[in-house]
């Protein structure tokens, strides 16, 4: 087993940054690969961001150019980078891990709030 815990959510005003961490544990050598997804209230969770082996990466069309996701595997962390937030931005933000996709190991999702 895995087990994936988020941190750095918040409220933020529009324009603004944040920068989200999962920290993974436990039988990480069966990871290649890790992410992050969102959803909205009312909406179907989406794919934000993922990284995957030799450090390739994969983002939606909605946050190409303003967010960054990286991985730092001696601290078996991913990170995500978020820059000029907007308030359709807020959602909870779930981490994902898994060997060449995002699951089906999942932490419990840090909120997001873009707003004046």
């Known amino acids: 087993q895995v087990q994936l815990v988020e941190s750095g959510g918040g409220l933020v005003q529009p324009g603004g940054s944040l920068r989200l961490s999962c920290a993974a544990s436990?039988?990480?050598?069966?990871?290649?690969?890790m992410g992050w997804y969102r959803q909205a209230p009312g909406k179907a969770r989406e794919l934000v961001a993922g990284i995957f082996s030799g450090s390739n990466t994969r983002y939606a069309d909605p946050v190409k150019g303003r967010f960054t996701i990286s991985r730092d595997n001696a601290k078996n962390t991913a990170l995500l980078q978020m820059n000029s937030l907007k308030p359709e931005d807020t959602a909870v933000y779930y981490c994902?891990?898994?060997?060449?996709?995002?699951?089906?190991?999942w932490g419990q999702g840090t909120q997001v709030t873009v707003s004046s």
């Open positions: 994902a891990a898994g060997w060449n996709q995002l699951g089906p190991y």
């Open positions: 436990g039988n990480i050598v069966s990871i290649n690969a």
